[in-house]
């Protein structure tokens, strides 16, 4: 009897989110984030992906950081909350919002792989640096706002895999870190696949021996789950002809995040298949199943890819299983209607899941069977709240139209397995 009642009670933290919601506040600001909580934050500007991370001794980590991109819509959704500032201003101004204070500086800056989605593209209109060395988009815009202890790409410092990496975008974030490593102490690193010791807490290891970072793959790179040991999914290069060259998308960061018994599964943009060569692809080319094998059941996840149809396969969800999936979109058919039914399919993986969208257009909304209906959200930013320790995490969705940080909606406390 005591058991049952007590299952009984479970059920009801588990599933009874208006009860969750009213201790929170719905219509109120977010709670800020407390010492020994895990903020993911997934940001939405309606132009790429930016997440910031406050790690539960106060270390900062922004992953990707939006931003213009070279196209236009449909390509693109409009700017949130409105046209008036850059992306990357905009996000910028959230983490200024949300970092405990002083909120003068994060700690790390992550760029998953190199497209204006993520690390924001220069365009001939993009405006000069107020020190002159450079010019404004996405991370270099962030830079004018906060000051940036350590910067991780996938490339540094020759940026030459697969190949000599040149084009406007580039060539201005390499003119960035010159310049504030020079000036502003900024350091630079690439990104090791297979350490836990590269993404740390800066502040108080000590107090939450229970997280880690585990970085799984960059490059083609993908821990084997031993030690910090890796292997290449690609060919060598020299192998291969240049048209066949693995994608920027595939070379994408990806890690988990660990507290406790709860992780979280980030990836770029990774894929299974290639967007214009999908009939019988190499194997290699399947580079999120790798991924997801080693990274193993996560309670939430990062969609990769913005929910497009070449990602998100039926082998990298069953392998994570994931409780939430959160979905950052930037464009029509996001998430696709075939990659839509993979995440809600029973017979991907069996057990519920509740999923977010950042920003659904009536595109999408009328061609991804009832997304409105079944997703939790799919307008506003997304930030998953890890208790201290680990043991259970809650969604907020956040109204996105202004800066006031009101939420919409609260789901969970969902327990961690
Ligand atoms: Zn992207």
Redo the contacts with the bound molecule.
């Keep these: 009897m005591k058991a049952s009642l007590f299952a009984f009670a479970l059920l009801v933290m588990v599933f009874d989110a208006d009860a969750q919601a009213s201790d929170v506040g719905v219509g109120g600001p977010l709670p800020a984030w407390k010492r020994g909580e895990l903020d993911i934050h997934h940001i939405n500007t309606g132009r790429?992906?930016a997440q910031l991370l406050i790690l539960p001794d106060g270390t900062s980590l922004l992953v990707d950081t939006s931003g213009k991109t070279e196209e236009k819509p449909p390509f693109s959704l409009p700017t949130r909350p409105d046209a008036s500032r850059a992306p990357g201003e905009w996000v910028a101004r959230y983490v200024q919002r949300v970092l405990p204070k002083p909120a003068n500086r994060i700690d790390y800056v992550l760029l998953t792989h190199f497209?204006g989605?993520?690390m924001g593209a220069i365009v001939p209109e993009s405006p000069r640096a107020s020190n002159g060395a450079y010019r404004l988009s996405g991370i270099t815009e962030i830079a004018e706002h906060l000051s940036i202890g350590k910067v991780i790409d996938r490339g540094w410092p020759n940026y030459d895999y697969p190949t000599t990496l040149s084009n406007p975008t580039v060539d201005n974030y390499r003119k960035f870190l010159d310049w504030q490593s020079a000036n502003r102490g900024l350091a630079v690193e690439q990104f090791q696949p297979g350490r836990n010791d590269q993404l740390v807490l800066l502040r108080d290891p000590k107090d939450h021996p229970s997280f880690e970072i585990r970085n799984l793959a960059a490059n083609g790179n993908v821990w084997t789950g031993v030690g910090t040991v890796t292997r290449s999914i690609f060919p060598p290069i020299e192998r291969l002809a240049k048209d066949d060259y693995p994608i920027e998308?595939k070379l994408s960061i990806a890690f988990r995040v660990s507290y406790g018994s709860f992780d979280y599964f980030t990836g770029?943009?990774l894929s299974s298949s290639d967007e214009e060569t999908a009939f019988a692809p190499a194997p290699w080319k399947d580079i999120e199943t790798a991924v997801a094998r080693v990274c193993g059941p996560v309670e939430a996840m990062k969609a990769n890819?913005?929910g497009s149809w070449d990602a998100n396969s039926i082998a990298f969800l069953a392998a994570l299983r994931p409780r939430v999936i959160v979905v950052g979109t930037?464009a029509d058919g996001h998430p696709a209607i075939n990659t839509w039914k993979r995440m809600t399919s029973q017979r991907v993986w069996s057990g519920p899941r509740d999923i977010f969208a950042t920003n659904v257009s009536p595109a999408t909304a009328a061609t991804s069977y009832d997304i409105e209906k079944i997703a939790k959200s799919t307008q506003g930013h997304v930030v998953i709240r890890v208790e201290q320790g680990g043991a259970s995490y809650r969604v907020f969705v956040l109204d996105d139209s202004n800066e006031e940080m009101r939420v919409k909606a609260v789901f969970g406390a969902y327990a961690s397995n």
């Design positions: 790429g992906e497209h989605d993520h998308n770029g943009d890819h913005h930037r």
